[in-house]
């Protein structure tokens, strides 16, 4: 064992000194700028196009072109590179070929033998189109006719690994050492407690990135839920009151009622303590130490050693599937935690060695966090464990004993849910791309957020990708040679493959989807993270099978597979933790809103009209309710906006002759005195929905907001929303709750 971990040193020692000094990473260096390149060349079968390129003393590896085609299709290019000699230097044809967010353009990457330039030279290009139908090719032209066109193009450049990449592979290297040391413990309860260490130890410093980005505020979807989360902050803390209702988003919505309402969620106490930015960095780290001991909590019950369970967790919890969309700042994902534990917990009910209440606790923890597109789906995860174990009907009825338990646990929100969705269905399936034909680069692909890989690809790479790597998905394939003698390797085999081909089908499944009002229905690419646990258990099995081929070096076998996978995934991993907050505040800094509420449709975009930099978060903090975001999920917004000449406030009254005075505003509660010498309608600046109530009656539809007819006089008025169904949910969880505490005592 000593040689062992001698040997591990040395091979930390050298990663470290091929991180700093190998050429390992590329850098693309463009030749001739696409900007100002409007025009096209177009290339023939069997025609050429040459020209000079004039490069430093470098080591280069591909050729980047830009071609004006929606696809590449069978067309096939060649690329010979001769010195000025006429001597052949490099040269290659396979075609690598991404799709940039305009869809009439294609950059396609040529892979060439490596060109090793010792000193600064020029270099002939020629590009031929071996086979295919004619291809035009992104060109400048001179206002010289006599001139010829220039191809835009660039070469890429082999270089050092940069700091980003780096950092996470030193980070893996460092895993590395210490699962070699982990793997001297023999007690394996011990090495199981230590593993678990291990993740806690190591999660934060994998994504460690998102404390130290370049900005404040995060990107894309971030500027939301900052808002949103603030505001349920604001409504608990400084209003003392419970946020049934969100009067910050869009005019008004849901708050207790919204799918992704994530105040029950143990993470979101967090940011109460600590508040939104800070909280929900620990939220992020906290989401993947329990992801990642869940999976290796759930790799044990299946009967794979500490090391092969680390490997799963690894893949899951710090790989890409869930990380890419944390980065988009879809904070809902980190639901995704609780997913092994809800698989671990049904498995132990299964067996008979654990109530199926805790199953059902975790469904309900998955849901209360705001996870209700990943719970949906895990329901079809249990379709398969119920088809492939042994005893069916036993297996049918502690799932449907578990989902009871869950249902009845989360009532209280379940049901105002259910009912807004009732209200406002959902009538769009937000289609994603077909994904089969690139499912190597959803694996396989080490692209970070905001890559555009996919034909027609609809959203940016966080809807995409699912970075396993190599090692991973090679011990899989290991693992599956045990589809024989395990019922539940033959379980993992099918779900992942059939998962992975459902998630592909994006434009495919709009007719199944439509009608389903009640279903969420967000890209169907998401669910791939159903086939990576699989896969990745798979992964576990496979290790272990691998090492049983070296029984005298199978801890040893183990402890360097998990080390070169915590290198290569953490090494990615790292890299997208510094994408998410990198925004600076508005400044000049926004002038406060006059109190108590009053909106505003300005994004404070940076990028114009563009939806990936807005900075509404910093209106919400000046005292607006902001417009970035509107869900479908909600009314239509009828506010009076601050900047319009109609505004009156609040609370108004359509008739100009009666004075309304505010007493008090909060977010389910504002009360006004009304003094009016006629009959009048009386109107409160928020969107309607059922449930607003004034003076205990139902209140009028006026301009989609809040409306009541008052008679001539004095009055007080109070409007309060009470969401629909609440009381109902409220008893259900709450005698829920007690029959399991009843339960717990009576059998223990």
Sequence with gaps: ???????????????????????????????????????????????????????????YSDIIIFADAAQLGQRDLRITIRDTRGNIVARGKTNYVSYPQTSEEIKITIPISWLIVRHDA????????????????????????????????????????????????????????????????????????????????????AVLGYWYSTGDLGIADWDFYFTLHDSYRKAILEHHTFPFWNPYICGGTAGLADPEFPVFSPTFLLELLFGIPVGIRLAITLSVIVGATGMLALARSLGRSVEAGLIAALAVAFGTVSLLEITEGHVNVLAAMWIPWILWAWLGAYRGIRKPVVCGMFLAAAFLGGGIYLLMYTTFAFVFLILFVREHRKAVWKTAQSGLWALGFVSVKLVPVLLWLKQFPDDAYATSAYTLSWIGEILFGRHIHGAYIIFQQNHGWHEYGAYIGYVVFALALVGVSRIRKNRIVTALVISSVVVTFVSALGPYLVPIFDPLWFFPRSNISRVILFAIIPLSLLAAFGADKVATVFPNKGKAIRALLVGIVAIDIISLTYQLSEQAFILPHVVPSISPAPKPIAFTPDRYDEQGQGSRTTRSYDAYKAGYGTFAYCSVLGPTPGVQMVH?????????????????????????????????????????????????TANGKKTTVFSNRVGIDMAQGNHVIEFRYNPPGFIVGFVISVCTILIALFVRTRYH
């Excluded at 001739?32 to 196009?49: F, Q, T, Y």
């Excluded at 009156?648 to 359509?654: I, P």
């Excluded at 002759?657 to 006004?672: D, F, G, K, P, Q």
């Design 1 to 59: 064992m000593k040689r062992f971990l001698l040997v591990t040193l040395v091979l930390a020692l050298a990663v470290i000194g091929a991180v700093y000094f190998a050429p390992l990473d590329s850098k693309e260096v463009r030749i001739v700028k696409l900007i100002g390149a409007p025009e096209a060349l177009v290339l023939e079968k069997n025609s050429h196009i040459k020209q000079r390129a004039h490069l430093s003393n470098g080591i």
């Design 122 to 205: 020029f270099f002939v290009l020629d590009l031929e189109l071996v086979h295919g139908e004619s291809l035009p090719i992104r060109t400048i032209f001179h206002d010289d006719t006599t001139k010829p066109a220039m191809l835009v193009y660039s070469f890429v450049k082999r270089v050092s690994i940069p700091p980003l990449e780096r950092h996470g592979i030193l980070i893996g290297v460092a895993f590395l050492l210490a699962v070699a040391l982990l793997s001297r413990i023999k007690n394996q309860r011990q090495k199981y407690w230590a593993a678990i260490i291990l993740i806690i130890f190591f999660a934060p410093l």
């Design 644 to 692: 319009e000449e109609e505004y009156t406030g609040v609370v108004s009254a359509v008739d100009q002759r009666a004075r309304v005075t505010l007493i008090s505003w909060s977010y389910n509660v504002v009360r006004a005195r009304v003094e009016t010498p006629v009959a009048t309608l009386v109107v409160l600046n928020t969107n309607h929905v059922d449930g607003w």
